[in-house]
C-alpha cells in the first residue's frame, strides 16, 4: 500500500487526503484537523514548515510521496532541500511540487508577471516598483500616480500588489489615485513581502481559476471553477481566502478554455522549459476574463483553497499515480479524467471572519441521509477532542456536494447539508454558484 504524508491543515490538505483515501493509499497528515483525524486517524504532531522534522517523519515511516499544501512550503524551497538530501534517489521518498525556483512565479508576483509578459502570455499593463527600497519605490510610485493628477484623469483604476506571499491580504483593488497612495504606505505591515510592488490595470470582468497538473511538458486540467472571494452575498464585503467555489464554471466555457489553454496554459508550460526550470505540479491560474478575452493575474504553484475541495471530487484519476507519473516525467500513462458532473463547496465560517477566528465552540453535523451520499463535509478549522469536535479557524468546514443532474442539483445538496451543521456564530454565504443558474 502506498504512504502519502500530506503537509498542511486545510480544507484543501482534507480534500487531498480524501482523495488518495478513496484509492486506497495509506494517508498521513501534517498537522491535519478533526476531518483528517476522523478519515485516516492518523495526524502527524510536527510543523511542516520544519522540514527536518518532516524529513525525519517521512523517513521513519517509509513515506512514498510527499505532498505539500501551502504555498509557503513551495515557496521556501521544500523540494530543493529533499533534492539536497537525494530523499528520492536514496530512499524513494518522492515530493510532489516545483522547486524554489519554479515557485518562484507565485513567491514574487513582479516575477511571475515579468514571466508571463516576456513569453507573450495575456496579462493587465503593469508596472513593477522592485528596487529592493520601500522608500525608493514609494518615491517612483508617487511621480508616477502624480502623472494621473497632472494630466487631468480623476480615476486610477489600478490595482496594487506586494511583491511577496501575505497570506492572501496584499492586494488592494483601488479607483483613485488618492487611494493607491494609501494602500501603498500600508505596505509596510507585511515587512520584506511588502518592500516591492506592483501596479496594474484594473480589469473588469469575471474570474476563474484554472487547475493544472504538469510534468514540466504535458499537462491535464481540473474543470475550471470559480471561487467566491468577498465575504458577503453578492460580491459585497472584503476579499477573504474564498467563501465558496462551483464547477465546472460558467465563466469559462469549453472554447474559452481551449483559449486559455492555447494562450496562457501552453505557453507558461513552454516558457517555463525555455527558461531552464523542471516545473513539476501544481500550476494554479487565476484568470479574469474581459470582454471575452482571458488575462492571467496571477500564477499559483500549488492548489488552490477552497477550489480543491470542489475539483477534486470531480475527476477519475488514482492520484498517486498521477503525481508519481508527474515526478517521473510521464504524465498520461494512467487515466485522469474529467467526470461530467457539477458540484458546489460552500464555506462555513466564524460570522466575524476574516477579522476573528473561532476557537472551542462545539459542531454538531448531523448525519448525512442516505439520498445524501454525494456530499463530503471536509474540515478547515477543526479539531478534535475526546470524539468531539470543535471550531478552530476562521474557515471552519467546506461542505461539498456533486451532482450529475446539474449546477442546481449540487448546490441545493450543498446547502441541504450546510443547514444540518450548527455551531455558535456559524455563517456562510448563500450564493454560491447562483450565478450558474
Ligand atoms: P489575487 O490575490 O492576485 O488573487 O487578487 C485578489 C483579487 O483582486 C482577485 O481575486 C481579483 O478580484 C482582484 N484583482 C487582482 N488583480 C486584478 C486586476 N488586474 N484587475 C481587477 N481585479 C484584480
Ligand atoms: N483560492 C485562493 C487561493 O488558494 O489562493
Redesign the pocket.
Known amino acids: 500500500m502506498s504512504k502519502v504524508l500530506i503537509l498542511g491543515s486545510g480544507g484543501r490538505e482534507h480534500a487531498l487526503a480524501w482523495w488518495f483515501d478513496q484509492y486506497g493509499c495509506n494517508v498521513s497528515v501534517a498537522p491535519g484537523n478533526a476531518g483528517t483525524e476522523e478519515l485516516l486517524g492518523d495526524n502527524v504532531n510536527i510543523d511542516p514548515n520544519d522540514f527536518e522534522a518532516v524529513r525525519r517523519f517521512a523517513m521513519g515511516k517509509g513515506i512514498d510521496l510527499v505532498v505539500p499544501g501551502p504555498d509557503a512550503l513551495v515557496v521556501n524551497g521544500i523540494v530543493d532541500y529533499w533534492r539536497e538530501y537525494d530523499l528520492a534517489d536514496d530512499l524513494g521518498i518522492h515530493i510532489f511540487g516545483p522547486s524554489k525556483e519554479g515557485a518562484a512565479l507565485e513567491g514574487s508576483?513582479i516575477l511571475g508577471m515579468k514571466f508571463a509578459r516576456r513569453h507573450g502570455i495575456p496579462v493587465?499593463d503593469f508596472v513593477a516598483f522592485d528596487s529592493h527600497d520601500f522608500n525608493t519605490n514609494l518615491h517612483e510610485a508617487t511621480k508616477y500616480l502624480g502623472r494621473f493628477i497632472a494630466e487631468n484623469r480623476i480615476g486610477a483604476p489600478l490595482?496594487l500588489?506586494a511583491d511577496g506571499l501575505c497570506e492572501?491580504k496584499?492586494?488592494a483593488?483601488c479607483d483613485t489615485p488618492g487611494e493607491v497612495l494609501a494602500a501603498i504606505k500600508e505596505l509596510p505591515r507585511f515587512g520584506a513581502a511588502g518592500e516591492d510592488f506592483i501596479l496594474?490595470?484594473?480589469?473588469?470582468g469575471d474570474?476563474a481559476s484554472i487547475t493544472v497538473i504538469t510534468d514540466g511538458k504535458e499537462y491535464r486540467m481540473f474543470h475550471p471553477s470559480t471561487d467566491h472571494?468577498r465575504r458577503f452575498d453578492n460580491d459585497k464585503g472584503e476579499?477573504t481566502g474564498g467563501m465558496g467555489v462551483y464547477a465546472p464554471t460558467k465563466v469559462v466555457p469549453p472554447k474559452l478554455e481551449r483559449m486559455i489553454e492555447r494562450e496562457i496554459v501552453k505557453p507558461t508550460i513552454r516558457g517555463l522549459r525555455k527558461d531552464g526550470i523542471d516545473y513539476k505540479g501544481v500550476l494554479y491560474l487565476?484568470i479574469?476574463v474581459q470582454d471575452g478575452q482571458p488575462y492571467l493575474?496571477?500564477y499559483n504553484c500549488r492548489f488552490g483553497d477552497p477550489e480543491t475541495q470542489a475539483i477534486v471530487p470531480l475527476i477519475d484519476a488514482d492520484p498517486f499515480d498521477t503525481m508519481m507519473d508527474c515526478i517521473h516525467g510521464r504524465l498520461g500513462k494512467h487515466p485522469f479524467k474529467r467526470r461530467d458532473a457539477y458540484s458546489c463547496s460552500v464555506i462555513l465560517v466564524h460570522k466575524d471572519y476574516p477579522a476573528k477566528r473561532s476557537r472551542g465552540r462545539r459542531i454538531d453535523i448531523k448525519e448525512l441521509p442516505e439520498s445524501m451520499d454525494d456530499v463530503v463535509v471536509f474540515h478547515a478549522g477543526t479539531m478534535a477532542k475526546k470524539g468531539r469536535v470543535y471550531t478552530n479557524g476562521g474557515r471552519i468546514l467546506a461542505v461539498t456536494a456533486v451532482s450529475e443532474d446539474g449546477h442546481a442539483a449540487a448546490i441545493r445538496r450543498a446547502y441541504q447539508q450546510v443547514e444540518d451543521i450548527r455551531f455558535k456564530d456559524r455563517d456562510y454565504r448563500h450564493d454560491i454558484g447562483r450565478s450558474a443558474l
Not at 496594474?200 to 473588469?204: G, V
Open positions: 508576483k493587465p490595482v500588489k492572501g496584499g492586494v483593488v496594474e490595470d484594473r480589469l473588469r474570474e472571494k476579499n487565476a479574469m493575474i496571477e
